[in-house]
Every structure is written in structure tokens, then in C-alpha cells.
């Protein structure tokens, strides 16, 4: 306790009780501050789906990035088949669709996307998921 009183005297010329007291409070008060500011950073990674174009999507995390992004049947859950054949044989982007197929649905078309193949549909995906988390608005899906 000298070294404490001791330090007081030395900055503020003197020492009473209340300026420990004061100190404690203080450094818990800061300790509380960092475990709110570090626990918030890692908030947005309970957000690992959401319904666009017609399917669900999930994905991981990996060093704050997204990974594993795949397309799920909204009726039965199974992974979906993206058949972007036709964007290949066409050269416009209006005219390039990809399509998602579920199997166990007869296979029978989930939903679409016009203007690029597998690649850019996963891109795109990956954007409004970042944009999301970006402005805040993941929250909102993660509730419903």
C-alpha cells in the first residue's frame, strides 16, 4: 500500500483514499469498455444466411472472410445445382442467365440470376452479404 500511496504523493503532491477508489473504478470501467468494443467486432459473424434470389444462402468464416458460399433449396434444404451453361454460348450479359436447380425437387428451377455465370453470381451474392454487414443491416436478417 506505500507504493500506492507513494506514487500519489509523487504526481498530485499528496494522498487520500477516495483518489484509489477513484483509479479502481476507472481501470474497470476502461477493462469493460475494450471486452464491449472486442465482443461487438465479432457480432456480425452469427450471420451465416440469407434468402436472395429466391434461395437460401450459407457460408462460413475464416479470418473475417467469407467462405464456403453455396445456394440451399428454400422447400427441402438440399444444395442446389447452378447450371450456367448457357452463359457461355451467348456473349451479352443480358442474355446470360444462370439457373439454380434442386434435384430432390424433381428438379425443377429455384431461382435465376441474369448476367453472369457461376463466378459472377457468387460475387454478387458475396457483395450484398458484405454490404449488409458493412451498413449494419445483417441484423435485420439474422432476427427472421
Do not use: H
Amino acid at each position: 500500500m506505500s507504493y500506492i500511496k507513494l506514487f500519489f504523493i509523487t504526481l498530485f503532491g499528496y494522498y487520500e483514499s477516495w483518489m484509489l477508489w477513484l483509479c479502481l473504478f476507472i481501470v474497470i470501467l476502461l477493462a469493460l469498455v475494450l471486452i464491449f468494443i472486442l465482443s461487438r467486432g465479432e457480432e456480425y459473424k452469427k450471420f451465416n444466411s440469407i434468402s436472395l434470389y429466391n434461395v437460401i444462402w450459407k457460408w462460413k468464416y475464416k479470418k473475417n472472410r467469407i467462405v464456403s458460399l453455396w445456394c440451399y433449396c428454400p422447400e427441402c434444404g438440399s444444395a442446389l445445382i447452378c447450371d450456367d451453361e448457357y452463359c457461355r454460348s451467348t456473349i451479352t450479359l443480358t442474355n446470360k442467365t444462370t439457373f439454380l436447380i434442386c434435384k430432390n425437387c424433381g428438379e425443377s428451377e429455384k431461382g435465376r440470376i441474369v448476367g453472369g455465370d457461376r463466378n459472377y453470381l457468387l460475387k454478387i451474392v458475396k457483395f450484398e452479404i458484405q454490404k449488409r454487414i458493412k451498413n449494419g443491416t445483417y441484423k435485420n436478417e439474422a432476427k427472421k
